[in-house]
């Protein structure tokens, strides 16, 4: 017959155990979120945090669908290597900004208000490694215009960019 009452070890590892997972829970909160920082003509920085599209489904799917996104939200898309980068607004409700920035962290360019549902190719002539959706205006808004720079904060640039 097994005794059903756990020993004082056993229980003590469990103890521990749980205790263990539940501070790796929280350093995985701690964690800022994904967030890219765009200098603006006023000279001040503006801080979008990004979800990341950085697997061809990911950047397929990217915001369309989405009825809703903050004033500074958006979504980042990572590519292996600049390229004139093009997007539609196909299966996208919200009206959005494009922000094409290149490998060096400069923005080369920007697709401002791109209209909802539309098919149209939307790029910028100069190659971008980095394309940034924010919400339609939101660059004027915040005075963000080609030839400023951006930085990441919690991004990693070699996770899955294929």
């Not at 994904?34 to 200098?39: C, D, F, N, T, W």
């Not at 791109?114 to 149209?120: I, K, L, N, R, V």
């Amino acid at each position: 017959m097994r005794d059903s009452h756990l020993s004082p070890i056993r229980f003590i590892r469990g103890f521990f155990w749980w205790r263990a997972l539940l501070l790796l829970a929280a350093l995985a909160s701690c964690r800022p979120n994904p967030a890219v920082i765009l200098a603006s003509d006023a000279g001040r920085d503006i801080k979008v945090e990004v979800e990341i599209a950085d697997t061809p489904e990911k950047r397929a799917r990217g915001l369309m669908y989405r009825n809703d996104l903050g004033e500074n939200q958006g979504m980042l898309f990572l590519f292996p290597a600049p390229v004139v980068q093009t997007f539609w607004m196909k299966n996208t409700p919200l009206s959005l900004d494009l922000i094409f920035i290149a490998s060096d962290m400069r923005i080369v360019g920007i697709v401002e208000s791109a209209t909802p549902f539309s098919t149209d190719s939307l790029s910028v002539s100069e190659p971008s490694q980095f394309v940034l959706e924010v919400r339609g205006g939101f660059c004027q808004r915040h005075g963000v215009r080609a030839g400023t720079t951006a930085r990441f904060e919690g991004v990693a640039l070699d996770s899955g960019t294929s």
